[in-house]
Each structure stands twice: as structure tokens, then as C-alpha cells.
């Protein structure tokens, strides 16, 4: 297994002994508190950066990131181009706007056509995210209505990297999480309070940070 980011480059101030060194998380309808949830317990010297998709009105301005950025110790921001993608930081895809990886390590963000009618795709940022950290990543669904991730995490585990999937009991709406399951790719199916924990687990390789 490579010890960095895409091609085998050390991701940007990234520690050699992370065993993972993106997360990707998708969700929908109910996903901020399950997103407040999961990166609530996240310790700022995560060695692992994060991006998520969260399906927005694209006619407002989002707070996601104003709320998001209380509720835990890593550093939060909407996703700009260009943006680097470093561990201990949560980039955000910004309203109407698809978040993609780069090769070299870097996000870009795309108004291309919608995909299964949402935009942002978490398809998309999971399949970019496969094809540049292929076994170095981790994609994460958690609850939302639709199918939206179904495709991504397929991407994800033809190239080696871990799926996990929000639990029925504790999804809010079990639609995204339920169609990622059905797959067969998904490799922990957890509830919701679990997958902080367990995403410092893989990530660290379970090491006291």
C-alpha cells in the first residue's frame, strides 16, 4: 500500500502512518445532524482530509459550514478552486456546484449537468476521489432520500478503498444509505453515533492521537 496521496505523492502535511488519507461523505435529508455527529468526536490532528457533499437549495446561501465549524475541532470551509486537499480539514461542496479530485491533490468544482437530478453528486466526488486516493480512501454515506452515492462507492471498492453506510435504525432517511448497501460494496454498515469512532479507527490504524 502507498504512503501518500494520489500516485503515491505524500498528501500535504500528511503523516506516513495514516492508513487512510481521505474521507469522503455524502448525504441528503437529515445529514446535518448526522454529519454534526460524525464530525463532532473528529480530533483536530486528524491525519486525513474530508469532503463532503451535502444536497442543498441551490437558491440559498449555505450555512453548512457556519454550523458544521462549531460543532467540531477540525477546520471547515466551503470547497474553493484549487483548494488543496490537507488532513484535519473539511471542505465543503459549495450550493449547486459539483466537488471533484484532482490528481495532483487538489479540488475542482464544476456546474456540469445534474446527476440523478442533484448538484452537487456525491457519485461524482466518489468516483474523482477513487480515481486519484484509489486504496487511501474512505467514502461515507449517511442518511438522505434518492440513490445518489450508489455509483461512487461502487468506484470506490473496485479501487481498494472502505465503505461505510449510516444503519436503518438511525437514518433519518434510509434512501441513500439503503441503495449503497445494495451494491454489495459497502463494508461497515454502522449507526450513525459509531462512525466518528470509526473513521479515527481506519484512518489512524488505531492509534491514540
Same mark, same amino acid.
Given at each position: 500500500?502507498? *504512503? ?10 500528511? *503523516? ?19 454529519? *454534526? ?7 483536530? @490532528?486528524?491525519? =486525513? ?5 451535502? !444536497? ?24 474553493? &478552486?484549487?483548494?488543496?486537499? &490537507?488532513? $484535519? ?7 449547486? !456546484? ?5 490528481? @495532483? ?25 477513487? $480515481?486519484?486516493?484509489? &486504496? ?13 452515492? *450508489? ?13 461505510? =453506510? ?34 479515527? &479507527?481506519?484512518?489512524? $490504524?488505531?492509534?491514540?492521537?
Amino acid at each position: 500500500m502507498s *504512503s501518500g496521496g494520489p500516485a503515491g505523492a505524500p498528501l500535504a502535511g500528511g *503523516s506516513p502512518a495514516a492508513a487512510f488519507d481521505l474521507v469522503v461523505l455524502a448525504a441528503s435529508a437529515g445529514g446535518l445532524n448526522a454529519l *454534526s455527529a460524525v464530525l463532532g468526536p473528529l480530533p483536530a @490532528d486528524l491525519p =486525513a482530509a474530508l469532503l463532503v457533499v451535502q !444536497h442543498l437549495d441551490p437558491r440559498h446561501r449555505s450555512l453548512l459550514d457556519d454550523i458544521l465549524r462549531r460543532r467540531t475541532k477540525l477546520t471547515v470551509r466551503l470547497a474553493a &478552486e484549487g483548494d488543496p486537499i &490537507e488532513p $484535519g480539514m473539511v471542505l465543503i461542496a459549495p450550493p449547486d !456546484h459539483h466537488l471533484l479530485v484532482n490528481p @495532483d491533490g487538489t479540488v475542482s468544482l464544476s456546474q456540469s449537468a445534474l446527476v440523478h437530478f442533484v448538484r452537487p453528486s456525491a457519485d461524482l466526488l466518489f468516483e474523482s476521489a477513487a $480515481g486519484s486516493y484509489r &486504496e487511501r480512501v474512505i467514502a461515507v454515506i449517511l442518511t438522505g432520500s434518492g440513490s445518489d452515492g *450508489s455509483m461512487g462507492v461502487n468506484a470506490v471498492k473496485e479501487k481498494g478503498g472502505t465503505v461505510i =453506510a449510516q444503519d436503518e435504525t438511525s437514518s433519518q432517511f434510509f434512501s441513500m444509505p439503503g441503495a449503497a448497501i445494495q451494491t454489495g460494496a459497502v463494508d461497515f454498515v454502522l449507526p450513525l453515533e459509531e462512525i466518528g469512532p470509526a473513521v479515527v &479507527e481506519l484512518v489512524t $490504524g488505531g492509534r491514540v492521537l
